[in-house]
């Protein structure tokens, strides 16, 4: 089994008891289509820094940050196309399945990095999701821009790093970024990303740890 079923069965391991089934149902086909990149990322970011570290335990942070993903990039897509707008019945309760799966998706990957390093990335990432959200909708801008996909890899790269006793380096955060900016709003499949991709931190090294605190704003600081 590669990284990214790894990461897809320890997701769908957190919202295994998720009721009832037809949301349950929705969680699943949503992890199922989802791109495992924020969740290989994590492991891969652990890797780079410990390479000698067994990444079978790490599981667990790598579903948190793509379960935080996939919730927010839920969020997001509902707000953009406003499925209530237009829609009544059965589609009109289907938002409604939707947002609640978000919210579902947040929650319990907040509870898996809950006692992480990662936790305090966690809630800046959220809270700037939506200080962005706020900002185009009162600006009227339909547009989505990626800059959810650059907090949340750098939210894995953190996650990553923590989970074996270090910090990223700048190389490593380099990297989340060069990703992101790829990426666009969209995450590729994982395959067609990391086994080509060069992780080594060159001259870098986990001393030189980095700060991912771009998902912060004026008053945190």
Known sequence: MDRADNCRRAARDAVSDVEPPRLYDFVEETLEDASMLPG???????????????????????????????????????????PWAERDGAEG???????????????????LLARTEAAGKAVR????????????????????????????????????????????TPALLETATELADAAGSTF?????????????????????GHSVDRATSATDS
């Open 125 to 168: 990432t959220v809270q700037e999701f939506g200080r962005n959200e706020t900002r185009a909708a009162a600006d009227g801008d339909a547009d989505i821009d990626g800059s959810l996909e650059r907090d949340v890899l750098e939210l894995a790269a953190l996650a990553g790093a923590s989970a074996v006793g270090t910090t990223p």
């Open 93 to 111: 309760e289907a938002g409604d399945l939707e947002i609640l799966a978000a919210d579902i998706l947040v929650a319990r990957g907040f509870y």
């Open 188 to 208: 590729p499949p994982t395959a067609d990303v990391v086994p080509t991709r060069d992780l080594e931190p060159a001259d870098a090294t986990p001393e030189d």
């Open 40 to 82: 290989v990322f994590t492991l891969e970011s652990a890797r780079e820094l410990e390479p000698e570290h067994d990444l079978e335990g790490l599981d667990r942070h790598a579903a948190g940050v793509q379960l935080i993903y996939e919730g927010l990039r839920l969020t997001r897509t509902l707000a953009h196309e406003d």
